[in-house]
């Protein structure tokens, strides 16, 4: 079941992450590090009413980020589609001990559903350059590489951004 994240799960959504982050590292892919994500990211998430989990008999197996903000990094990129009505997705992650189960797809699925319902036009994300395995992962579902960003605290490698025209 899919559905809003609540501000108490949020240490057992940082335990998820950080797995990712780790097996990610072990994998030679420095995605995720000590500063993202984070928990005050989250937090707003959350605030937002952005922040949704996957979740099978009681426990959280992953998480996504349907957010209509529009972070400042996002601004140079030349979109498919204006500014103004798109979603954007972050933090999608599926726990290490689950993923191969179709789950980041489902949860892709729930986000790109969402934004079609909310009459929103496309759906925009940016995924790790050197993250081979996500950029596949996106580019299978038809989402458009548009150009690179950069997250300093993250990596001196940039960021593909991605659209999904709906």
């Given at each position: ?97 689950h993923q191969g189960k179709g789950l980041a797809q489902q949860l892709m699925d729930f986000a790109e559903n969402y934004s079609r319902e909310h ?46 025209v709906l």
């Open positions: 079941m899919i559905r809003h994240a609540k501000i108490s799960e949020i240490k057992d959504i940082l335990k998820i992450t950080k797995a990712c982050a780790t097996k990610m590292q072990e994998n030679g892919i420095f995605q995720w590090n000590e500063h993202y994500p984070s928990e005050a990211a989250f937090v707003r998430d959350v605030e937002r009413n952005e922040l949704y989990v996957i979740e099978e008999n009681g426990s959280i197996l992953g998480t996504i980020v349907i957010s209509t903000y529009m972070d400042e990094e996002y601004i140079p990129i030349k979109w498919l589609t204006p500014n103004g009505n798109s979603t954007y997705i972050h933090r999608l992650s599926v726990d290490p001990a009459g929103f036009v496309s759906v925009r994300l940016d995924t790790f350059s050197q993250n081979h395995r996500n950029q596949h992962f996106y580019e299978q579902r038809g989402y458009q590489k548009l150009g690179d960003i950069f997250f300093p605290k993250q990596s001196e490698h940039p960021f593909h951004c991605y659209e999904l």
